[in-house]
DNA sequence: TGCAATAGTTTCGACTCGCTACTAGTTGTG
DNA sequence: CACAACTAGTAGCGAGTCGAAACTATTGCA
C-alpha cells in the first residue's frame, strides 16, 4: 500500500519533469506527444480519434492540438476516399525533425544499464496492460506483435485489414493491434 | 537509443491515463497532485514554492492553484510569524479525505509482484536523481535518509534547521532533504 | 542606510481539459 | 430503399494549467 503509492508518484513526478523540460520552441508537451505519435503510427493509425485514445483524452482537445500544429506546419492533412468523415494527419519535414530530438528524461534513461532498461520497460509494460485491461482501453502495440500479423517476406501482411505492409510497417503502431489470447 | 525512447513514452503514457482517470469529484489531476504532496511533506514545505519545484512548475500557476483549492476548501493557510513573506498550507480534513483514494495506476501497480515493484522503484529513483542531478533540482526527500539527519528516540532531530522531529516527521518529504555524498 | 535577493501574487496569451451540442457521412434493419 | 442509429470530426463553454513578465512586501547583507 505504502509502496505502489511511490511508485506512482514517481512515475507522475517523471513525467511532469519531462513536460517541464519539454516546452522548448513554439511547442507544448502534448502537441510534442501527438507528433511522436504520429511518427511511430502506421497509415491506419493516424487519425484524431486514434490520437485521442492513445493519449487518454477526447477527440475535442486534439482537434484543436491538430488545428495548430497544422497551422505552424508541423502536420499535412489528407483526407479518406473511402470514408469522407475521416481525416489522417501526416508529419511533414518540419514535424519530423522535431520528433528526432530527445532532450529530458532521455538522458538519464540512457545511462541505465542494458538489464535496467529491459526491466523497466518489461514492468512498465504490464503495468500499462494491466491498466487498459481494467480500462478497456486498446494496446496500441506494434503489427509485428499482432495476432493478425502474418510474416510474409520482405514485409507481412494483415489478416485483419487485408492490407499488405511494406518491412517499414510492420514494426509501427497499429490501433487494431492485439495480442492478447 | 530505441529502447529508451519507448520507456520515456510509456512513463509518459502512463502519467497520461492516469491523470484522465484522476478528473472525478471538483479536482484535476494538478490540484489532487498537490494535495498529494502536501500530505506527504513536513513543516517546512509546505510554501507554493516547495510545491512548485517539487512538481516542475512555476511560483505563479501554484499560486493558482492554492488560490482555487482554497476557496473549496481542501486546504487552509497559516502565515509564518518570523517571515511575513512566508505562507504555509495545512490540509483540511476535506482535504486529508481526497488524499486517502486512490485510482487509476495504484491498482495496475499492486498486481505486480513484492520483487518487481523494488525493482521498478529502485529503477525509476534512480532515473529521477540522475535527471535532478542535470538540471539542478533537489530531491525532496524524507527526513530519515538525509544527511542533516540524527536519530533520537522516539523521533529525531535536523542538524541543519536545529528542529527535533517526531517520529511521524522523520518520513516526511523535506525541501532541504540530501543524501548525497 | 541602502540595495539586492526572496516569497508570493497578478496578469497576459496560448493552450488543455471535460462537456455538450452540432454537422456530415455511414451502417444496419425493416 | 428509407430512416434510424451510429460514427468521425468540429465548435464553443468555463475552469484551469502553462511560461513569462511585472509587481508588492519583506528580508538580508554590506
Known amino acids: ?53 492513445y493519449l487518454g483524452t477526447t477527440r475535442g482537445t486534439i482537434s484543436q492540438s491538430f488545428k495548430s500544429l497544422l497551422q505552424k506546419g508541423y502536420v499535412s492533412e489528407r483526407r479518406s476516399a473511402l470514408d469522407k468523415r475521416a481525416i489522417s494527419f501526416e508529419l511533414t ?24 532498461k ?25 503489427c509485428n506483435t499482432c495476432i493478425h500479423f502474418e510474416a510474409d517476406n520482405p514485409g507481412g501482411f494483415c489478416r485483419l485489414l487485408s492490407e499488405s505492409l511494406t518491412q517499414d510497417e510492420t514494426s509501427l503502431i497499429c490501433h487494431e493491434q492485439n495480442n492478447a489470447l
Open 1 to 53: 500500500m505504502e509502496k505502489q503509492l511511490h511508485i506512482r508518484e514517481l512515475i507522475n513526478r517523471l513525467a511532469r519533469l519531462d513536460a517541464a523540460s519539454a516546452w522548448g520552441g513554439d511547442l507544448n508537451p502534448t502537441q510534442r506527444a501527438v507528433l511522436a505519435y504520429l511518427g511511430r503510427a502506421n497509415r491506419f493509425s493516424k487519425s484524431p480519434s486514434h490520437v485521442a485514445e
Open 93 to 116: 519535414v518540419k514535424g519530423r525533425e522535431i520528433t528526432q530530438f530527445s532532450g529530458g528524461l532521455e538522458q538519464s534513461i540512457s545511462d541505465l544499464n542494458e538489464h535496467q
Open 118 to 142: 529491459l526491466a523497466l520497460q518489461t514492468t512498465l509494460t504490464e503495468i500499462l496492460k494491466v491498466f487498459l485491461k481494467q480500462n478497456n482501453g486498446r494496446t496500441f502495440g506494434v
